[in-house]
């Protein structure tokens, strides 16, 4: 099965969900991802975060945070 194609935003946003993970132990807030992404709306990030999770890159942890499914390398 073909992999979904991803936006670039979408790719920024999984390499900082990544970064975030391997260099702090955990995934970064809606809050911080905004920031990290230009956005003036935490809803920005949470759109782009509900996106990766449909399309089986991330899932949510019972503990809230997000886990990483497929990696885009």
């Known amino acids: ?5 991803l936006s670039e935003k979408e790719i920024e946003t999984l390499r900082h969900i990544r970064n975030s ?3 702090k132990g955990e995934s970064p807030s809606l809050r911080k991802l905004m920031a990290l992404l ?30 990483i499914i497929k990696n885009i390398e």
């Open 1 to 5: 099965m073909n992999d979904p194609i």
């Open 21 to 23: 993970i391997m260099h």
């Open 38 to 67: 230009g956005y003036s709306s935490p809803r920005s990030a949470f759109l782009l975060i509900n996106g990766l999770i449909k399309k089986g890159f991330l899932r949510r942890k019972s503990s809230g945070g997000l886990q």
